[in-house]
């Protein structure tokens, strides 16, 4: 049945490695994939591609609702989001995007209003689910939980490369005080506040390689999964 099919939640701040990780994860695991703050992304790109301000809660929730999206899981393009049929990999991945994305996530309506639509990634084998909630609050009975995290000045250095790979100049200083605030706003809202699950294994990849944390978080997998 859909609500006994494995889950595995990854939270943490942003530029923990969330995403990477839970990509690796889902790949190696054959699990379907769930990157709860893409979903977040998507809306606030549907939002300003429909002209829907961040104030109209009756608006985003309708939108909430309707969202059709999906994430690949296979080949190079593993963990693409789509939306409405089209990738909008790049699209969502901007800081105008981020930067609404994280203000409707602290809206207690939208958050409601997408809770179902990710409960729904739950399907056999079993799913990878990345966020800052989804040990707390989408999927609190999942059987394997893990946070990320790593200081705010290599999570802004990571972003920092990203955004310089893709030909977007950026300050890192500016990067790093952005993230901070993100990281204020999203652990002080009342609506399910960013902070590690009571049974969650935390994981600081400060330092780290991807390969390193991936068989950590492999390890821990296994050992909750059998």
Not at 25 to 36: I, K, M, P, T
Not at 142 to 165: C, D, G, N, Y
Request: contains cysteine; proline residues 5%; charged residues 25%.
């Amino acid at each position: 049945m859909t609500e006994h099919s494995a889950v595995i939640t990854i939270d943490g701040p942003g530029g923990a490695g969330k995403g990477t990780i839970a990509r690796a994860l889902a790949q190696r695991l054959g699990f379907h994939l769930l990157d709860s703050g893409a979903i977040y992304r998507l809306l606030a790109l549907a939002s300003l591609r429909d002209g829907i301000a961040p104030d109209d809660l009756a608006g985003l929730t309708r939108r909430a609702e309707q969202l059709d999206i999906d994430f690949r899981t296979d080949g190079e393009h593993a963990g693409e989001a789509i939306l409405d049929g089209q990738p909008v990999a790049n699209a969502i991945r901007d800081e105008a995007c981020g930067e609404r994305a994280s203000v409707l996530a602290a809206l207690p309506p939208v958050r409601e209003a997408l809770k179902a639509r990710q409960r729904a990634f739950r399907q056999p084998p079993g799913l990878v689910a990345d966020g800052r909630d989804m040990g707390t609050v989408i999927f609190p009975d999942a059987p394997v939980k893990i946070f990320l995290t790593a200081s705010a000045e290599e999570r802004a250095r990571r972003r920092h490369k990203q955004l310089m790979e893709q030909g977007v100049t950026a300050s890192l200083d500016d990067l790093l005080t952005e993230l901070k605030a993100r990281d204020a706003r999203d652990s002080q809202r009342q609506t399910a506040p960013l902070r590690p699950a009571e049974d969650a294994v935390t994981v600081d990849t400060t330092g780290a390689s991807i390969d390193t944390v991936v068989q950590t978080v492999m390890e821990q997998a296994r050992a909750c999964l059998q």
